[in-house]
């Protein structure tokens, strides 16, 4: 025996030998979705990494390594070599970097709106006299507008030159590099013109190209700030995590609920199967099988044995299990955060934003280029006129903005209405959802006790309850919530070792030096009469039975309200674990059409793949543990309050508030979202479709073009500002 | 006519004072919370 352990346990340390260490890195100089793609191309390539995420709302990369090859500090400084500033999570005064970006933000758009208007000050007169005015004046209107356009091009301009060396050493032609490509090219050709004292000024245009930039990028980092303010106000919200903590009294473990943070180091604690590890800690127990696969990547689950570390976050997948803590868990926080937004699979209308920043820059230069060239023959000057404002009025902006920018609001609309958005994908297939499977017990409905019928004379009714009371401290189901809170306060509580869960039948353990059986009749082996009704639970010892338990359940306050929103957009069903004549009471209450009862973990998954298969778009709203698997396999999975931690880390949005509602409002949320994404790839496309033939035509000169620019991801900005506004004041549910 | 060359000179001039009073105001923290000021007269707290 012995020998299988140490076998065991060696297979284990090669495991984490091989296992990967996951980093969260805040990158806050982050400046548009492109950088998000760049640094994640940057990074992907180093030995070592396995996977690599940069979330652009939240400014946070999260990259999972191996640790022998790389440490969090090389990481740091390749990012930094990337030209960002680089810094673990959580580390620095963020508030004091945000003031000094908003002051940045404020001067550099000040700076140069104010230097674009004096100059236009100074040109216009030029272009409305022409040839009239006197030749004396003209050198010294167009020496005037140089100094005004100095200071844009000197000081305001430099997050562009900066945003162009990144992408230089990426060898990248990325949305900067464009950008500073047009400004070289208008400010050189002016200059060449006013040193030769012939042709045209494009100061204005360079300066009002700057200045509208600079205005729409402002505008984009509000917002920005805005959605981090609101998701970061949800990370403490979801840190009001309990733990169950056994603190031993006479002999016994005793059970408690204990806030999460009010942990200390070295206490005892019980995670039921479907929890997820509170805090670090070292395993108690001979064994535990952990879901890791959050932390790690790792998709099987991990066998631990007794003395091995358990990472917070981890999820019980075997049986209920004990451990010490090791780690406060404020020490463990960053771990914990994770959980929250876990999305390496990317969106389809942010993937194509990335391709789009990548190949339109490299398209719209060759575009530039072919015109100067063709139009050579027709005097230099109106090549470069040409070129130039090609250059400008092609926009990768608009078309780069389109969809990250209203994925940003996306995440902090949900949150707002109580909804956390854990994988970007699903918000695509949210607002294409056209069937709805529901489960019944604690989703829908909040089950109770009805009735207690004593079948042994001798046991008192008030023992037989702190029996059962004791019994379901293993289980992990709002039922068992329901027997060990809130309706036993009077009992006595029991002690019990040895306790065994089975989902969807019943619990047992050992009190008193008696093993006692309770559950549905077929677990407990009842054959009393009322064995076949399924709304009794019953309670056995090892003589008999002891007593039945009459569950009743009612529906959640706005159950209705919720079924009959998701009944506008599909199909609604409900799939339970619980008996079949139970789950067509419930949903005949609610009054919907299908009802799929007595479904095992696997049944329902297989009914989730049955509707796939006749081409619908699923969603799976479930909170259990044996939602789990359904979970996994549906397009859409929403876990609602109070869910168990393996129901909500398998779920694509997390319900924060108690509404169900929140769910329906989301799914037109996400309705609205992907329409604003679809209309802003149209528009932008369209945009760059017109103007760029017209600046080959010579039909826009460069000013025009420069705020046609401007304009075109202003409309972007503007349409992803209909969502509505975030506040954080609502979030108080 | 001639006066343009003292008046834009001048511009420039203004254009610089007013420039280094927008700098000064803004790295004085004056544009960083525009609500507080407007919210206060309904505050009933007296800080």
């Given at each position: 025996?012995p020998?299988v352990?140490?076998?065991?346990s060696?297979?284990?340390e090669?495991c984490?030998?091989?296992?990967?260490?996951?980093?969260?890195?805040?990158?806050?100089d982050?400046?548009?979705?492109?950088c998000?793609?760049?640094i994640?191309?940057?990074?992907?390539p180093l030995?070592?990494v396995?996977?690599?995420?940069?979330?652009?709302?939240?400014?946070?990369?999260?990259?999972?390594?191996?640790p022998a090859?790389?440490s969090?500090?090389?990481l740091?400084?390749?990012?930094?070599?990337?030209?960002?500033?680089?810094?673990?999570?959580?580390s620095?005064?963020?508030?004091a970097?945000v003031r000094a970006?908003r002051?940045r933000h404020?001067?550099?758009f000040?700076?140069?709106a104010?230097?674009a208007?004096?100059?236009m000050?100074v040109?216009v007169p030029r272009?409305?006299?022409?040839?009239?005015m006197?030749?004396?004046?003209?050198?010294?209107?167009?020496?005037?507008?140089f100094?005004?356009?100095?200071?844009v091009?000197?000081?305001?301009?430099r997050?562009f030159y900066?945003?162009?060396?990144?992408?230089?050493k990426l060898?990248?032609?990325?949305?900067?590099?464009?950008?500073v490509?047009?400004?070289?090219?208008?400010?050189?050709?002016s200059?060449?013109?006013l040193?030769?004292?012939?042709?045209?000024?494009?100061?204005?245009?360079?300066?009002?190209?700057v200045?509208?930039l600079l205005g729409?990028r402002?505008?984009?980092?509000?917002?920005r700030e805005?959605?981090?303010e609101?998701?970061?106000?949800?990370?403490?919200h979801e840190?009001?995590?309990?733990?169950?903590?056994?603190?031993?009294?006479?002999g016994?473990?005793?059970?408690e609920?204990?806030?999460?943070?009010?942990?200390?180091?070295g206490d005892?604690?019980?995670?039921?199967?479907?929890?997820?590890?509170p805090?670090?800690?070292?395993?108690?127990?001979?064994t535990?099988?952990?879901?890791?696969?959050?932390?790690t990547?790792e998709?099987?689950a991990v066998?631990?044995?007794?003395?091995?570390?358990?990472?917070?976050g981890a999820?019980n997948?075997?049986?209920m299990?004990t451990m010490?803590t090791?780690?406060?868990?404020?020490?463990?926080?960053?771990?914990?955060?994770?959980?929250?937004?876990?999305?390496?699979v990317?969106?389809?209308?942010?993937?194509l934003?990335?391709?789009?920043?990548?190949y339109?820059m490299?398209?719209?230069?060759l575009?530039?280029?072919?015109?100067?060239?063709a139009?050579?023959?027709q005097?230099?000057?109106?090549?470069?006129?040409?070129?130039?404002?090609?250059?400008i009025?092609?926009?990768?902006?608009?078309?780069?903005?389109?969809?990250?920018?209203?994925?940003?609001r996306?995440?902090a609309?949900?949150?707002?209405?109580?909804?956390?958005?854990?994988?970007a994908?699903?918000l695509?297939?949210?607002?294409?959802?056209?069937?709805?499977?529901?489960?019944?017990t604690?989703?829908?409905?909040?089950?109770?006790?009805?009735?207690?019928?004593?079948?042994?004379?001798?046991?008192?009714?008030?023992d037989?309850?702190?029996?059962?009371g004791a019994?379901?401290?293993?289980a992990?189901?709002?039922?068992?919530?329901?027997l060990?809170?809130?309706?036993f306060s009077?009992a006595?509580?029991?002690?019990?070792?040895?306790?065994?869960?089975?989902p969807?039948?019943g619990v047992?353990g050992v009190?008193?030096?008696?093993?006692?059986r309770f559950?549905?009749?077929?677990?407990v082996?009842?054959?009393?009469?009322?064995?076949?009704?399924d709304?009794?639970?019953w309670?056995a010892?090892?003589?008999?039975?002891?007593?039945?338990?009459?569950?009743?359940?009612?529906?959640?306050?706005?159950?209705q309200?919720?079924v009959?929103a998701?009944k506008?957009?599909?199909?609604?069903e409900?799939?339970?674990?619980?008996?079949?004549?139970?789950a067509?009471?419930m949903?005949?209450?609610?009054n919907?059409?299908?009802?799929?009862?007595?479904?095992?973990p696997?049944?329902?998954?297989?009914?989730?793949?049955?509707?796939q298969?006749?081409?619908?778009?699923t969603?799976?709203?479930?909170?259990g543990?044996?939602?789990?698997?359904s979970?996994?396999?549906?397009?859409v999975?929403i876990?609602?309050?109070?869910?168990?931690?393996?129901a909500?880390?398998?779920?694509?949005?997390?319900?924060?508030s108690?509404r169900?509602?929140?769910?329906s409002?989301?799914?037109?949320?996400?309705?609205?979202v992907?329409s604003?994404?679809?209309l802003n790839?149209a528009?932008?496309?369209?945009?760059?479709?017109?103007a760029?033939?017209?600046a080959v035509a010579?039909?826009?000169n460069?000013?025009?073009?420069s705020v046609?620019m401007?304009?075109?991801?202003?409309v972007?900005?503007l349409?992803?500002m209909?969502?509505?506004?975030?506040?954080?004041?609502?979030?108080k549910? | 006519?001639?006066?343009?060359?003292?008046?834009i000179?001048?511009?420039?001039?203004?254009?610089?004072?007013?420039?280094?009073?927008?700098?000064w105001s803004t790295?004085?923290?004056?544009?960083?919370d525009?609500d507080?000021?407007?919210k206060?007269i309904?505050?009933?707290?007296?800080?």
């Amino acid at each position: 025996m012995p020998e299988v352990a140490l076998a065991r346990s060696a297979a284990v340390e090669e495991c984490v030998g091989a296992s990967t260490e996951t980093s969260v890195i805040d990158v806050l100089d982050m400046h548009c979705a492109a950088c998000a793609v760049l640094i994640e191309d940057g990074l992907r390539p180093l030995a070592g990494v396995t996977q690599v995420r940069v979330h652009y709302a939240t400014q946070r990369a999260r990259v999972a390594f191996d640790p022998a090859l790389l440490s969090t500090t090389k990481l740091l400084a390749h990012i930094e070599r990337l030209g960002y500033t680089a810094n673990v999570a959580d580390s620095l005064d963020r508030k004091a970097i945000v003031r000094a970006q908003r002051r940045r933000h404020i001067w550099g758009f000040g700076l140069s709106a104010f230097c674009a208007m004096q100059v236009m000050m100074v040109t216009v007169p030029r272009f409305i006299a022409g040839a009239d005015m006197e030749p004396e004046f003209a050198p010294l209107l167009d020496w005037a507008a140089f100094a005004l356009v100095l200071p844009v091009i000197a000081w305001s301009a430099r997050p562009f030159y900066r945003g162009a060396m990144r992408e230089f050493k990426l060898r990248r032609l990325g949305m900067d590099s464009a950008i500073v490509l047009g400004i070289v090219t208008a400010f050189a050709g002016s200059m060449w013109h006013l040193l030769a004292a012939t042709g045209v000024l494009y100061f204005d245009s360079v300066a009002m190209f700057v200045a509208l930039l600079l205005g729409v990028r402002w505008l984009e980092w509000e917002q920005r700030e805005r959605n981090y303010e609101v998701i970061q106000s949800t990370n403490t919200h979801e840190q009001d995590a309990v733990a169950t903590r056994i603190t031993l009294v006479d002999g016994f473990d005793r059970a408690e609920e204990v806030n999460v943070s009010r942990l200390n180091i070295g206490d005892r604690l019980w995670v039921r199967t479907g929890e997820a590890i509170p805090v670090d800690g070292a395993l108690e127990s001979d064994t535990a099988l952990c879901d890791e696969s959050l932390l790690t990547g790792e998709s099987s689950a991990v066998l631990h044995v007794r003395g091995e570390v358990l990472v917070a976050g981890a999820i019980n997948s075997g049986a209920m299990l004990t451990m010490r803590t090791t780690a406060t868990a404020e020490s463990s926080t960053s771990r914990r955060l994770t959980m929250l937004a876990d999305d390496a699979v990317k969106p389809g209308a942010l993937a194509l934003a990335d391709v789009v920043a990548r190949y339109f820059m490299p398209a719209m230069l060759l575009v530039a280029g072919a015109t100067f060239f063709a139009m050579l023959p027709q005097g230099v000057n109106i090549a470069a006129e040409r070129a130039i404002a090609v250059l400008i009025i092609s926009c990768p902006c608009a078309l780069a903005l389109a969809a990250p920018a209203a994925y940003a609001r996306a995440f902090a609309g949900l949150l707002n209405r109580g909804l956390v958005l854990r994988r970007a994908v699903a918000l695509e297939r949210l607002a294409k959802a056209d069937a709805f499977l529901l489960d019944k017990t604690g989703t829908l409905s909040t089950p109770s006790v009805i009735a207690v019928e004593m079948l042994r004379p001798e046991v008192r009714e008030y023992d037989a309850l702190s029996i059962v009371g004791a019994l379901e401290g293993a289980a992990n189901h709002p039922l068992a919530a329901a027997l060990r809170q809130g309706n036993f306060s009077t009992a006595q509580p029991r002690n019990a070792c040895d306790l065994e869960w089975t989902p969807g039948a019943g619990v047992s353990g050992v009190i008193d030096g008696t093993r006692y059986r309770f559950g549905r009749a077929d677990f407990v082996g009842s054959r009393a009469e009322g064995a076949r009704d399924d709304a009794l639970l019953w309670l056995a010892d090892e003589r008999g039975l002891v007593c039945s338990l009459r569950m009743g359940e009612t529906p959640r306050e706005d159950a209705q309200a919720l079924v009959d929103a998701l009944k506008r957009r599909g199909s609604v069903e409900i799939l339970s674990g619980d008996d079949p004549t139970k789950a067509a009471h419930m949903a005949s209450r609610l009054n919907i059409a299908h009802s799929l009862g007595g479904h095992t973990p696997e049944q329902k998954a297989i009914r989730v793949q049955q509707l796939q298969r006749e081409g619908r778009v699923t969603v799976m709203i479930g909170d259990g543990v044996n939602d789990a698997i359904s979970l996994a396999g549906a397009d859409v999975s929403i876990a609602v309050r109070g869910a168990t931690d393996a129901a909500r880390a398998r779920a694509d949005l997390v319900c924060i508030s108690d509404r169900l509602q929140a769910i329906s409002e989301g799914i037109g949320y996400a309705r609205r979202v992907v329409s604003v994404v679809r209309l802003n790839f149209a528009w932008a496309i369209a945009y760059n479709l017109v103007a760029i033939p017209f600046a080959v035509a010579g039909i826009v000169n460069p000013l025009i073009a420069s705020v046609g620019m401007a304009a075109s991801s202003a409309v972007v900005m503007l349409n992803v500002m209909r969502l509505g506004s975030v506040d954080r004041a609502r979030l108080k549910h | 006519m001639e006066s343009l060359f003292i008046l834009i000179p001048l511009a420039l001039v203004l254009a610089v004072i007013i420039g280094a009073a927008f700098w000064w105001s803004t790295s004085s923290g004056q544009f960083e919370d525009l609500d507080a000021a407007g919210k206060s007269i309904v505050d009933d707290d007296d800080r």
